[in-house]
């Protein structure tokens, strides 16, 4: 009897957990062709995928707009919660609390948070639940036709020829004043460095916040815009560089002492910081305020990691919360026993 | 919380409080962890719900349990915030925009705030869907005299939760189907370790499977089936409680803090004018099918609302068939103090043209 010797296909790729990249794509995106924001979606795909955390314990959540949508787009199999417009932060804190176990990823925009969404968004950063917040910052509202938004920079053209003649809400600088822990500015044109900045997000604890530039194709990608491509290309000014080294890959990575930082994150991963200004101390609030504050003055994109805190309580912590869900605890752990409701009753006498 | 909820072992907390920044996200915390799988209520009055309006026709929509404490004070606007009144009985029962529809229930003493906080939270979870307690500024703030609580005989009812297993055995599931017939899907919980477990939530269009619609049919069948949902609740809500009088002329309808003023107002029917009289008191909406009987088998049923607009009157009579409106009649009582028995006698004498 003879044979065909079929060759064995070759092994699939698959991260530690034994899964494929494929396991951790979405639906088809149905926003605009060339979106920064479907850009920002891969390099999501590819840091959850490259880290190995299980869809199934991702939460993914969303407010409106077009950036809202795209959760869908990335890690199908995860849950995924499309809020109310600006009010994503609420649903994240009563989700985290209520399962501690939880990666909670929330995908908002320029319109989304710094608009509608400013009062749940900056006090979600004061108290440091553990997730990612991501804005997809083009600084118009692409779904209702281009109008400015309010991380637009002053003097910004539209389309329509309409300058903007209010000055710029800096969500990073709010960010890291009000107590966000890992806080950051992306470009989504910028791959190695979004992915590093989204690896270290992942291994963080606390409410990492990035601010990633994402041109909007349709409404705001002209000459005139500080929000296009080209404009964000010219004028990008990265805060040195950034690499991530996972907790479960044993690099050694040699670098010149003193030209680079290295943080070591919650699960034992590390971002590197290599070329930082001298002096510059990305633990140091006041560093990192004063070159936001000075790139907009120099009609500067500064990008990269500007602020890191690894030692500050998150919001689980804080609360003391006991180690397990607090969703999965049974009845017995949850409903007192009669003798405490008969003592209390007691007690009111 | 932190005497009775902590951990025995650990001493770590089993419960989360958060001191929202304002009720949009009291709210949206609630239901954030109500979507998550835990038990989550947050309180407030009626500027607090209006605030909450976009947020609970979320809840009804996309289907995720809360339990509101609506301590109702005298409206519109800030009102008279000191003061007492049954203000948000109608704008609770539709809150938000669209075609919705929301579970109350109406506690008249100390004890049904306890008893009706954990039926609320059932319901919550059966029903999949926000559940509002309606008390009042008069009972939430007031000294009241109050029996010893009851230990809860029930165990908690988490409503239809589909686990790991059950996937494996079902194969996967549709959010939004409606497998049993009561309008109410099956929902499973973040986290939950399965490939078919995850979903999306989302306050717009959906179909059965929680895909993202807008076809007309898929939109029609989801609204008709949450119709469906809140028909099954009339018989789950709490049932009135009845008390008949002796071949009585004519039947009181009250509900929440009205109880007591009704109660001893019938002593006074009774005594001063020898009018008989049954009573219904609404413990629940949408309402138990005996309510609508009972204005059914009465010539007319005086309705009891310590607000201007008679709004459970208003409620009633979008209810009842088509020949029973005129059986209703309004006792209305909103100045701002607690009711009491003399105004609902007088009012109903006055209506009856008793001399």
């Known amino acids: 009897m003879s044979s065909t010797a079929v060759p064995p296909a070759p092994p699939k790729k698959v991260n530690r957990i034994g899964l494929e990249v494929a396991d951790y794509r979405g639906a088809r995106t149905t926003l605009c062709a060339g979106c920064g924001h479907n850009a920002i979606s891969e390099r999501i795909i590819e840091s959850f995928y490259e880290m190995g955390v299980p869809p199934h314990r991702v939460a993914k959540l969303s407010g409106i707009g077009c950036s809202s949508k795209s959760p869908a787009y990335f890690m199908g199999t995860a849950f995924g919660f499309n809020a109310v417009h600006g009010r994503m932060p609420s649903i994240a804190t009563g989700a985290v609390l209520a399962n501690r176990d939880l990666v909670a990823i929330g995908v908002s925009g320029d319109g989304d948070t710094a608009s509608i969404g400013i009062g749940q968004f900056v006090h979600l950063m004061r108290r440091n639940l553990p997730m990612i917040y991501i804005i997809e910052d083009n600084g118009v509202y692409g779904l209702t036709k281009g109008q400015f938004s309010a991380t637009a920079d002053i003097g910004s053209k539209l389309k329509t020829g309409v300058i903007n003649d209010l000055p710029p809400i800096d969500t990073c600088a709010l960010a890291i004043q009000l107590g966000a822990t890992y806080v950051g500015r992306s470009f989504s044109g910028d791959k190695h460095q979004l992915k590093a900045l989204l690896q270290g997000a992942i291994a963080h604890r606390g409410t990492v916040m990035l601010d990633v530039i994402s041109p909007c194709v349709t409404f705001n990608d002209h000459e005139g815009s500080t929000k296009s491509y080209s404009y964000v290309k010219d004028h990008e000014e990265p805060l040195g560089d950034v690499s991530f080294v996972p907790f479960f890959q044993d690099i050694e990575v040699e670098y010149e002492p003193g030209a680079t930082k290295e943080i070591t994150l919650f699960d034992g991963s590390k971002v590197l910081l290599h070329k930082l200004p001298a002096d510059y101390d990305p633990a140091d609030k006041c560093d990192a305020l004063r070159v936001l504050t000075e790139a907009h003055d120099k009609n500067e994109v500064v990008t990269g990691l500007f602020y890191v805190n690894t030692e500050q309580e998150d919001f689980i912590t804080m609360l003391d919360l006991v180690d397990e869900p607090l969703a999965t605890l049974p009845e017995s752990r949850v409903r007192p026993p009669r003798k405490v409701l008969d003592e209390l009753m007691e007690s009111y006498r | ?355």
Request: aromatic share 10%; hydrophobic share 35%.
């Open chain 2, 1 to 355: 919380m932190k005497r009775h909820r902590l951990d025995p072992e650990t001493k770590k907390a089993t419960f989360a409080i958060v001191q929202a920044e304002d009720e949009l996200a009291a709210i949206g915390m609630a239901l954030g962890a109500g979507w998550a799988g835990a038990r989550s209520m947050t309180s407030t009055s009626g500027p607090g719900i209006s605030l909450m309006s976009e947020f609970v026709g979320l809840g009804y929509y996309a289907e995720i349990p809360a339990v509101i404490f609506d301590v109702q004070r005298v409206g519109p606007s800030t009102g008279l915030p000191t003061r007492t009144a049954q203000g948000d009985v109608l704008k609770n029962a539709f809150l938000s925009h669209g075609d919705t529809r929301h579970l109350m229930l109406f506690p008249s003493s100390v004890e049904e705030c306890f008893s009706m906080a954990i039926e609320a939270f059932d319901l919550a979870e059966e029903f999949q869907t926000p559940v509002f307690v309606m008390t009042d500024l008069d009972l939430g703030m007031n000294n009241w005299m109050a029996d010893p609580f009851e230990y809860p005989t029930k165990p908690m009812a988490r409503g239809k939760v589909l686990s790991a297993e059950d996937l494996n055995r079902l194969g996967g599931f549709g959010r939004y189907t409606d497998v049993d017939g009561d309008g109410i899907g099956y929902r499973t919980l973040p986290g939950t370790h399965h490939r078919a477990a995850g979903y999306f939530t989302r306050g717009s269009g959906h179909n059965a499977r929680a895909k993202y619609s807008e076809r007309p049919e898929d939109y029609v069948q989801n609204m008709e089936r949450l119709s469906r949902k809140l028909e099954t609740a009339r018989t789950k809500v709490l049932a009135p409680e009845f008390q008949e009088g002796k071949e009585s002329d004519f039947g009181i309808l009250g509900y929440g803090t009205s109880h007591w003023a009704i109660v001893e107002a019938r002593d006074q029917l009774k005594q001063e004018y020898g009018l008989e009289t049954d009573y219904c008191r609404v413990r629940g909406f949408p309402f138990n099918p005996s309510v609508l009987d009972f204005i059914r088998n009465h010539s007319r049923v005086y309705v009891v609302d310590q607000n201007r607009d008679a709004q459970m009157y208003s409620l009633l009579r979008l209810e009842v068939d088509d020949d029973c409106v005129g059986k209703l009649r309004r006792v209305r009582h909103f100045n701002g103090l607690p009711i009491d028995a003399r105004s609902v006698t007088d009012s109903i004498v006055s209506l009856e043209g008793v001399k």
